[in-house]
């Protein structure tokens, strides 16, 4: 079982921290599915300093959620510790982890994200600034390398073992490939073989078949899914009984996918207010309209929804639709 200091979990199969989508509402969501471990979106290290509200806003964790690992990003050693002190003592959070991969300009101009994969003695001496001020265990989130001429992974994530982080999920693909191409497996298993601490996998797991591929093909400790499990938590549970027993469960129906989006619409309302959730929860509609046929024009509506009553409304016309559709079809069958 995947075990990261001394936080352990249910599972190997863990929700990855994504930008803009894994806030408490998504992670409560996922967590109810089965997931081992659910990692919250990077939260900025200066916005911690400087108590900025909406930076605050994100460091709220449900105690449903845990254990739970809370991710910081920055390119300076002063900072980062700071924002870690805070993480360690004023929240509920399980592991702190370091972004080390995120491929937008924004963040690597900061000199943070990924900027640190062309550094292993940066990467050493930042992970070490940390682990010497905090109790909870300190993990990376990375990419195998900057570009194909700059691959560090074995010797990246060797400078994080040594530097006292506990463990170390590695995404198999490039900063200059941002989310394109293939995901490279070998240099998970190749970065498994040479530390002593956790590695969790990342990239390109859309099935659970293929998360228990990677497993075997690599040896790591972990499969991390992100955009697989985006308006799919079935994703996390079908993974979670496939590793557990080899068995394939079916996919959702549709009044069932519904119920669970208007379920994250609600919880992401009482987080962030009808408004703000309302415009947010559009995208998630979307991802959870996904194979659902008719559901194009459903989607042009989504967009031009502002209320709760408005998108439950067009989604629950969905559901009426389908059922009739399928009523119809088992008469004539």
Partial sequence: MLKIGDIEMKNQVVLAPMAGVCNSAFRLTVKEFGAGLVCAEMVSDKGIILKNEKTMNMLYIDEREKPLSLQIFGGEKETLVQAAKFVDENTNADIIDINMGCPVPKITKCDAGAKWLLDPNKIYEMVSAVTAVVKKPVTVKMRMGWDEDHIYAVKNAQAVERAGGKAVSLHGRTRVQMYEGKANWDIIREVKQSIGIPLIGNGDVTTPQEAKRMLEETGCDGVMI????????????????????????????????????????????????????????????????????????????????????????????????????????????
């Avoid at 996390?236 to 379920?263: F, N």
């Avoid at 929860?281 to 459903?298: E, S, T």
């Fill in 226 to 333: 992100g955009r697989a499990a985006l308006g799919n938590p079935w994703m996390i549970y079908r993974t979670v009984k496939y590793l557990e027993s080899g068995e394939l469960m079916g996919e959702p129906a549709v009044r069932e996918k519904i119920d669970v989006c208007i379920l994250h619409l609600d919880r992401l309302i009482s987080l962030k207010g009808e408004y703000v959730a309302v415009r947010e929860m559009r995208k998630h509609a979307a991802w959870y309209l996904k194979g659902i046929r008719g559901n194009a024009k459903v989607r042009n509506g989504i967009n031009e929804c502002n209320t709760r009553a408005d998108l439950v409304t067009l989604l629950t016309a969905l559901v009426v639709e389908e059922e009739e559709k399928e009523a119809m079809e088992s008469q004539v069958g």
